[in-house]
């Protein structure tokens, strides 16, 4: 799918949202987030830990199970 196009659509009050069915765990989205806003809760499934998201996606094109979806904000210059 998709990124941003899609992702406007829709309203969510979280920046990055992760899908806890899909993540296997792999900590990609956590290394190569620059602000270090996710982390692997205790099941293993990533979550956003802080909210001071950049929108800068990485975490979203590096996942390798499609698990994450940041939620660009209609206004990103
Ligand atoms: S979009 Fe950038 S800042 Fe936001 S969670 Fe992903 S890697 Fe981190
Ligand atoms: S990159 Fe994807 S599969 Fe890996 S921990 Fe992050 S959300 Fe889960």
Redo the contacts with the bound molecule.
Sequence with gaps: MNMSAKAVGQRSEA??IIDRDKCIGCDI?VQ???????ALDKDGKAY?KYD?????????TDCPVDA?R?NLPYLVR
Aim: glycine content about 4%.
């Design positions: 920046s990055v989205c190569v987030c620059p602000m270090g806003i996710l956003m001071e998201c950049w929108y800068c996606t990485p975490c979203q994450v940041v």
